[in-house]
């Protein structure tokens, strides 16, 4: 038998960590995730039971086996479906008066238009050129970026319109490139490049195989995901989105904040100074790391 559904009901314990008032904006509110298989996956999740009532999802991708280890869309009668169509479907389950617009591989070309139709974007891509798509347009529309680090941590950052984007604040090579013409080389770069900033600002380096993350680094094999991190993370981008919806004050700004759940610790990013003696060493270590055996 199937429970009569009303939005007040499925809200209502809600009510306490937000008021009514603020319950209903989130019922208005529009939130668009760029990839919804790991990270982002899990904010939409929590998202959608959080009462939100409007989203735009796309991906690229059909759900495989090895996503099933972190992913929350992914269980055995969703392998082998498109990523956002089988998200849109239990966000349905979840919510059955959400709007949830699907889109696929071209998503890129109705971007313009989302953007004049959301609030918030939550990047859950782990491609660079679509990254540098959704900062370049959210910029441009003077709209906020939810993001995380590739980490061994769960990780947030804030990007804010008047922000350095990632590919600024941490030196791509991409900067003021066409997308067109972003390179292998490019992409390598871009990856190291926030390696780097992972590994000066962090503990992640105690918390993984590093031989393994060399090889990930050197494009030997696949990134590894644990479900733990990986929902931990989507939580963290969840929070920030309802406090961004709701215009309450958070301590996440462009360069984060990692969550250290084994020590338990809040790792913020280091100052100038140690940033400045610890990155060259870090370079050269993810180069030993990096090197063939």
Known sequence: MTAKFTYAEFTT???????????????????????????????LMALARSGIGHFVVADLDDFEISNMNRQVFAFTDTVGRHKAEASADIIARINPEATVEVLHADWP?????????????????????????????????????IDAYASPL??????????????ERLGYPTIGKPLSTITAKDRSAA?????????VHSSSRHHIDLDLAGEVAAGKRSRMS????????????????????????????????FFNPYRPAVERPRNKLAESVMKPI?????????RPS
């Not at 009510?15 to 899990?42: N, P, Y």
């Not at 139709?117 to 003077?142: E, F, H, P």
């Not at 870090?282 to 990096?290: G, I």
């Open 13 to 43: 314990r809600n009510i306490g960590f937000v008021t009514q008032a603020e319950q209903d904006r989130l019922r208005h509110s529009k939130v668009f995730v760029c990839g919804t298989g790991g990270m982002g996956g899990a904010a």
């Open 154 to 167: 769960p990780s947030v950052y804030l990007t804010r319109p008047r922000d350095p984007m990632p590919e």
């Open 191 to 199: 990856f190291q490049a926030e390696a780097i900033h992972v590994l």
């Open 226 to 257: 644990f479900a733990p991190m990986v929902i931990t993370t989507g939580m963290l981008m969840a929070y920030e989105t309802v406090a961004l919806l709701l215009e309450k004050p958070t301590g996440t700004d462009c360069r984060g904040w």
């Open 109 to 145: 070309k109705a971007l313009d238009r989302i953007v004049k139709d959301v609030q918030v974007i939550i990047n859950g891509t782990d491609d660079l050129v679509a990254s540098l798509q959704l900062y370049r347009a959210a910029r441009s529309a003077g709209l906020p970026v």
């Open 282 to 290: 870090v370079r050269r270590f993810l180069e030993r790391m990096m």
